[in-house]
């Protein structure tokens, strides 16, 4: 009766559904392997971890690269980039300086520092009060993880930055790519580095979160390496001689008194 769909006809029909079905199957497995190919690319991005596989580091990580001929500012040791310009953020109130930026042909990064508790990193908490603060900002998947994409008008004219924030031991490093730096090309793979290649000292001192780490002016490589060559023998001049040593053997008591002399030790004011 052709109920079961017997018959010539109804072959055919089941024939082009059979080939269609087998399409539809190729083409959602040929997008699962493209999604698989994309989400292991993500996995093996997200598989990078902060002071082990990448930066930006801290002085304190094992595997952190040689930095001694790198720009220090204080809380941020900047590596070279030929043909860079380098500009510091001051505060207006005091004068100290609380960040810097850097650019190299229309592209900018601009860095800032912050304290942060031992327990939790800050940049969920400030992306999501970015997010809050700015309705025309975006949430994206980025070369960081998420990122926020921040549209800056000025005057009449608009700039699309990049926000990006990292959270290291008891810090957070926050960068503002702009310019050339903010879409794929060229100089935001040279900035994503630069980003990376950044080393963060975020110091003993006491600090609430969000504070920013302290900074100084630029302190080049030959000048850091002749600052310590100075500590270094003004030290060993300290320890060579010591006040009212006695020429001869010690007394009891005269040993108490050169042990708690040694254990104080030189004071040195610091140098900024």
Sequence with gaps: MGFFGFGRKAKKEQAALDDEHAGEVAEQETAETTQDTADNANAANAD???????GPWDVDDDNIPNYDDYLDIGALYLPYLDGISLRLKVNQD?????????????????????????????????????????????????????????????GKHTVMTRVVGIDGPRWMLRGIFSGEAVHDGEMKDTFDQYFKDVVVERGEEPLAPRDLL?????????????????????????????????????????????QTTLKRGPLFSEVR
């Design 48 to 54: 990078d971890v902060r002071g082990q596989d990448c």
């Design 94 to 154: 005091d004068g100290s300086v609380v960040g810097a930026n850097v650019s190299v042909n229309g592209a900018s990064l601009e860095l800032e520092a912050f304290a942060a508790p031992k327990s939790q990193g800050l940049w969920d908490g400030v992306r999501a009060d970015l997010l809050a603060a700015n309705p025309e900002a975006e949430e994206v998947d980025g070369t960081f993880g998420k990122e926020l994409m921040l549209p800056v008008h000025v």
């Design 214 to 258: 302290p900074m100084h002016g630029p302190i080049t490589p030959s000048q850091r390496r002749k600052l310590a060559q100075a500590q270094a023998a003004e030290q060993e001049s300290e320890d060579a001689t010591i006040p009212g040593q006695p020429d001869g053997p010690l007394t009891p008591m005269q040993q108490v008194e050169t």
